[in-house]
């Protein structure tokens, strides 16, 4: 029997609680599909930077080095630890383990609401390939001439050849393996998100190597949007994407649209991989930690339920995260529990059940 070994970290705000169900989840299927998970919590973030001084132990990826998974629910809460001290927990393990692909896929379930009129659970289904370990986020910059009328801050991104072309190969990779299962509305297609009429080093640097790399995957359409375009066509037509490829803050920012056009935060999920698998990978959801709603049993598990699936899916139980995708589905499509964000009253927990009484009823 397989067993994985699983770190979680439950984070901040609604994280616990939206952890616990995903959690159950895994517990479920792994009893069900016959594989061991053994987890360990990891009580890591703003209050632990209460007691301790900082947001983990310096020795954090030692701890996590030799798992097979980590999975976090969210970190944040800007009224104890400002955010750009808090979230470097979280940029630390994606830059430390060299998660370079921010998979998140956009998909819009039958039966929920989007604010966005053009989405359907037809026209909506394509996925975000985010470069996640430079770019923009690579922390290179500082102050300067602090607090005299000539300060200034500089932030300097960081393209290399490597970074940009292991995730754009990532990416054409995927979309060809789209194309041969037939997933998706548009099929085959990688659009390169970019802003090189602005941005005219490293953007056009980005761009070429685009290129270069296409050049590689010749059953693969390509075409290139700038990221302000991009906002507008995913709104105007979903259904044109199929994979697109994106810088590290243009990722970040065009992937909080996708979500609106998912139904909301509570739906969107994301995947930080080593595709190598020389370190463990990471699973969350793409929302924050919502420290308002914490303790309250409100927040929408689905994203963390979906970030198991991901998970299960990395690590090779593919008939496990089909059973979550089909109970998903199912509870989401049959209308009857709906938490606040889908204009519903069901707790966090009531629609952990839902699910998991999906799946095990399912086969
Ligand atoms: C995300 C988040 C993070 C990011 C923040 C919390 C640092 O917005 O995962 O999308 O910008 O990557
Ligand atoms: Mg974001």
């Excluded at 995903?22 to 209460?50: E, M, P, Q, S």
């Excluded at 927990?89 to 060299?98: A, P, S, T």
């Excluded at 699936?309 to 499509?333: F, W």
Aim: one cysteine or more; aromatic letters at 10%.
């Amino acid at each position: 029997m397989n067993t994985y070994d699983v770190a979680v970290i439950p984070g901040d705000g609604v994280g616990r609680e939206v952890a616990d169900e995903g959690l159950k989840i895994l517990d479920a299927v792994a009893d069900k599909f016959g594989f061991g998970v053994k987890t360990v919590n990891y009580d890591w973030g703003c209050n632990y930077y209460l007691k301790h001084g900082a947001m983990n132990p310096a020795d954090m990826l030692v701890t996590l080095k030799d798992f097979d998974a980590i999975f976090l629910g969210c970190i944040g809460d800007a009224g104890k630890v400002p955010d750009h001290v808090s979230l470097s927990l979280l940029l630390e393990i994606r830059k430390g383990f060299d998660q370079y692909v921010n998979l998140r896929p956009i998909r819009l379930y039958p039966g929920i609401q989007t604010p966005v009129r053009t989405a359907t659970s037809q026209s909506v289904d394509f996925v975000v390939v985010r470069e996640n370990t430079e770019g923009e986020y690579s922390r290179v910059g500082g102050f300067f001439k602090s607090d005299t009328p000539d300060a200034f801050a500089l932030q300097t991104g960081v393209f290399t050849r490597k970074g940009c072309s292991r995730v754009m190969d990532y990416a054409f990779q995927l979309a060809r393996e789209r194309k041969m299962l037939g997933v998706g509305q548009t099929v085959g297609r990688v659009t390169n998100c970019s802003k090189s009429n602005a941005l005219n080093y490293s953007m056009v640097f980005w761009d070429k190597i685009f290129d270069q790399v296409s050049a590689g995957y010749p059953d693969v359409t390509t075409d290139t949007a700038l990221v302000d375009a991009i906002t507008m066509w995913f709104v105007k037509n979903p259904e044109h994407f199929d994979v697109i490829v994106a810088s590290n803050l243009f990722g970040d920012i065009i992937t909080d649209l996708g979500a609106m056009l998912q139904g909301g935060m509570g739906f969107a999920a994301g995947a930080n991989l080593n595709p190598e698998k020389q370190f463990p990978s990471m699973f969350e959801p793409i929302h924050g930690s919502a420290p308002k709603y914490a303790g309250k049993g409100i927040a929408n598990p689905v994203a963390t339920i979906e970030s198991v699936r991901m998970m299960l899916e990395h690590l090779g139980e593919l008939h496990a995260a089909q059973a979550i995708e089909k109970a998903i589905a199912q509870v989401l499509s049959g209308g009857e529990i709906k938490t606040k964000d889908m204009g519903g009253t069901h707790s966090t927990e009531q629609m952990g059940e839902a699910i998991l009484g999906t799946l095990m009823a399912g086969n």
